[in-house]
Nanobody
């Protein structure tokens, strides 16, 4: 599985961005796709995840109500719609896949393939 993240950029506080993560190679219904982010000097933190089958989702507390994760199975692509962006959302955003656990987990060690990251900068 290879992951290609895109859609990052510079946006003003209160604005919106949509990130995309295109997966190539084989994908299976039990896969979980996740988004994590890492700000300078901070640990990589869980943002959101979705299961390919059923579309079950989970969000980190800091983004609930503002971010929405979705997937297009036909395109093997996962999206992260980010609204009401805040300066503290500034980070490199990574998509990742958990091929084995079959349930959504927030633990980054559970995800075994990672995309290259896309930078999101929110200005105040």
């Amino acid at each position: 599985v290879q992951l290609q993240a895109s859609g990052g950029g510079l946006v003003q506080a209160g604005g919106s961005l949509r990130l995309s993560c295109a997966a190539s190679g084989r994908t299976f219904s039990n896969y979980v796709m996740g988004w994590f982010r890492q700000a300078p000097g901070k640990e990589r933190e869980f943002v959101a995840a979705i299961k390919w089958s059923g579309g079950f989702t989970k969000y980190g507390d800091s983004v609930k109500g503002r971010f929405t994760i979705s997937r297009d199975n036909a395109k093997n692509t996962v999206y992260l719609q980010m609204n009401s962006l805040k300066p503290e959302d500034t980070a490199v955003y990574y998509c990742a896949v958990d091929r084995y656990h079959g349930v959504i987990t927030t633990a980054r060690d559970a995800y075994d393939y990672w995309g290259q990251g896309t930078l999101v900068t929110v200005s105040s």
